[in-house]
């Protein structure tokens, strides 16, 4: 159940993302890096909620990896979203450099 939890948190920060993105016109929103960060915070109160439990090393094992591995599983597929977002992000600012170096070179500037 708490993988079909972090996977629907997932799709709701791609979601938003994508809505914003399609606002702006432009990649300016990353939702999967939202989701990561989101999922860090999660983990990381996950850790001190079982340190501070003061469980048994079987218990305290069982405890995170029961809490943490779905948020892994998902995060793996979000850090693929992450690296695919910034190779768009940056292909959409080479075409846009390369656009205005065509516009430059027809209005007849010279390129610095």
Excluded: S
């Excluded at 300016?28 to 989101?38: D, E, K, P, Q, Y």
């Excluded at 405890?63 to 948020?71: D, I, T, V």
Aim: proline share 3%; hydrophobic share 55%.
């Amino acid at each position: 159940m708490a993988l079909f939890g972090f996977f629907v948190l997932f799709l709701v920060c791609m979601g938003l993302a994508r809505i914003v993105n399609a606002t702006r016109g432009r990649l300016t929103v990353n939702g999967a890096a939202i989701h990561l960060l989101l999922t860090l915070v999660f983990a990381v109160f996950i850790v001190v909620m079982a340190v501070r439990a003061d469980l048994q090393p079987g218990a305290f094992g069982y405890a995170l990896g029961y809490n943490l591995g779905p948020a892994l599983l998902v995060g793996v597929l979000a850090a693929h979203y992450v690296f695919k977002f910034r190779g768009e992000k940056a292909n959409e600012a080479r075409v846009r450099r390369l656009r205005e170096q065509r516009l430059r070179a027809d209005a007849g500037w010279a390129d610095p």
